[in-house]
């Protein structure tokens, strides 16, 4: 098992750019979700998903895209890059679907936009 | 909307000396709650989670933390710290209304001085 695994470990980025943050799980979990963490703010939820198919925004969407065409594959792009996008990203997953069950982490995307 | 406070951004201590992070949260009704630990450069970790039951949670690591209903805390603590314990801690309420989506606090910076 890898657990989760995302790509790539660093990315540099000019403002406008777009790019996809990859995140693959071999678990099979339902549930998948995308964080950024910026220093003193902790994680914040960018989007999530309950399954194949269904995906839904978190507290901080915009200027990010998601979608989830597998269970295993859960790829964020950024569409038009910003300064304020300059972050780590964090993919996760769990399962079952419901309150209580750990989150599985990758190990971070680090993404500077210049 | 739930939401953690972390009371210290950062803990300095010496090596076998008790260490105690802080962690406050505001909801209406039952809470999940969990600690996760960051270490350099790396994913975040499940230390321990409060679920139900007995107040007093044992995690990894030599960690616990104490549930506090009326003074709605979660407070993590270990009797004895060493080096290796050097790490970003964050605290985090599961979502009543969504199920698996995690509330993160700002975090706390662990450093453990020899």
């Known amino acids: 098992n890898a657990g989760v695994t995302q790509t790539p470990k660093f990315q540099v980025l000019k403002t406008g750019q777009s790019m996809t943050l990859q995140c693959a799980q071999d678990m099979n979990h339902e549930y998948m979700s995308w964080y950024r963490q910026d220093p003193g703010m902790g994680l914040r939820l960018i989007h999530y998903?309950?399954?194949?198919?269904?995906?839904d925004q978190g507290e901080v969407p915009n200027g990010y895209n998601v979608s989830r065409s597998t269970t295993e594959d859960f790829p964020l792009r950024l569409l038009s890059a910003a300064p304020s996008q300059t972050s780590v990203y964090f993919c996760?997953?769990?399962?079952?679907?419901?309150?209580?069950?750990?989150?599985?982490f990758g190990p971070g995307t680090r993404l500077t936009v210049t | 909307a739930q939401s953690v406070t972390q009371l210290d951004s950062q803990v300095p201590v010496f090596e076998e000396a008790p260490v105690e992070l802080r962690c406050n949260y505001s909801s209406s009704v039952s809470v999940y709650l969990f600690w996760y630990v960051q270490y350099p450069n790396q994913g975040l970790q499940l230390l321990l989670k409060?679920?139900?039951?007995?107040?007093l949670v044992k995690g990894i690591n030599g960690f616990e933390a104490e549930f506090n209903k009326s003074q709605t805390s979660f407070h993590l603590r270990k009797p004895s710290v060493h080096i290796s314990d050097t790490a970003e801690y964050f605290c985090?309420?599961?979502?009543?209304?969504?199920?698996?989506?995690?509330?993160f606090g700002a975090g706390t910076i662990l450093r453990v001085k020899s």
């Open positions: 998903s309950v399954g194949a198919g269904i995906t």
């Open positions: 985090a309420v599961s979502d009543e209304e969504y199920g698996n989506k995690l509330v």
């Open positions: 996760a997953s769990s399962s079952p679907l419901g309150r209580g069950h750990e989150q599985y």
């Open positions: 409060y679920l139900s039951g007995s107040t």
